[in-house]
């Protein structure tokens, strides 16, 4: 019904910025919250960031002060700048789209973002 599409992972050095990206397409109008996670090799899923569109957005303790989101509204993407990186910033990065009524959520396939020291 959503599919998402992570783009705009890389390589960068620790202090480097990366700009990711998050394009939904399907029943998208029924998006209520656009989030990102991140999956480092061996830890648990972590909540990075999420933009309520009826407004509003919420940033993780973790990265608050670094990273940012935001919706770049002429290309409908969910974008999630993240600046001063730390080698441990490094993981697979997801976006997820909260549906309407609650009981559904969609992912996408992830992008690597990899900080080296």
């Known amino acids: 019904q959503v599919q998402l599409a992570e783009s705009g992972g890389g390589l960068v050095q620790a202090g480097g910025s990366l700009r990711l990206s998050c394009a939904a397409s399907?029943?998208?109008?029924?998006?209520?919250?656009t989030d990102w996670f991140r999956q480092a090799p061996g830890k648990e899923r972590e909540f990075v960031a999420r933009?309520?569109?009826?407004?509003?957005?919420t940033i993780a303790d973790s990265v608050k002060g670094r990273f940012t989101i935001s919706r770049d509204n002429a290309k409908n993407l969910v974008n999630l700048q993240m600046n001063s990186l730390k080698p441990e910033d490094t993981a697979v990065y997801y976006c997820?789209?909260?549906?309407?009524?609650?009981?559904?959520?969609?992912w996408g396939q992830g992008t690597q973002v990899t900080v080296s020291s």
């Open positions: 997820a789209a909260l549906m309407q009524g609650g009981t559904e959520t969609y």
């Open positions: 399907g029943r998208t109008f029924a998006i209520i919250a």
């Open positions: 933009l309520r569109w009826g407004g509003g957005t």
